[in-house]
């Protein structure tokens, strides 16, 4: 406590206010209830209240969908920027192969070679124009 309290200080955050707390998040399982849950304690299913989303009350593949829409959101974004960097490594290469006046990699092309490296075959420069 008395490191997170001194990292903190240092943000401008009331030290006291940390120390005082007790560890962990209010959020968090006590010590005792650790492990998986039943569906009564998660109040899903038949346990579902009235007021619960919808999805919390069904069975089968859509409480299995909703039970795992956290980790399924997060692989998704991960999906998602990954496939952005891609994209954007293609561009970045082929902004260098434009300069240096070969021609451009398609992203499919640039996927199945590896990324943004130059591991093309040399190609052959396209002549000067004479000024």
Not at 17 to 41: F, I, Q, W
Request: hydrophobic share 35%; with cysteine.
């Amino acid at each position: 406590m008395a490191l997170t309290a001194l990292l903190l200080s240092g943000c401008g955050a009331d030290a006291s206010r940390v120390e005082g707390r007790g560890g962990g998040s209010p959020e968090s399982k006590e010590l005792h209830k650790a492990g998986p849950e039943s569906d009564g304690e998660q109040e899903i299913g038949a346990h579902a209240h009235a007021d619960s989303p919808r999805w919390a009350g069904t069975k089968g593949r859509r409480q299995h969908l909703y039970s795992r829409s956290p980790g399924t959101a997060m692989a998704l974004l991960f999906l998602l920027s990954w496939l952005a960097q891609s994209i954007v490594g293609t561009a970045a290469c082929n902004e260098r192969q434009l300069r240096d006046l070969l021609p451009p990699v398609s992203w499919a092309a640039s996927a199945r070679r590896g990324g943004g490296s130059r591991s093309a075959p040399a190609q052959r420069r396209l002549p000067h124009s004479a000024s």
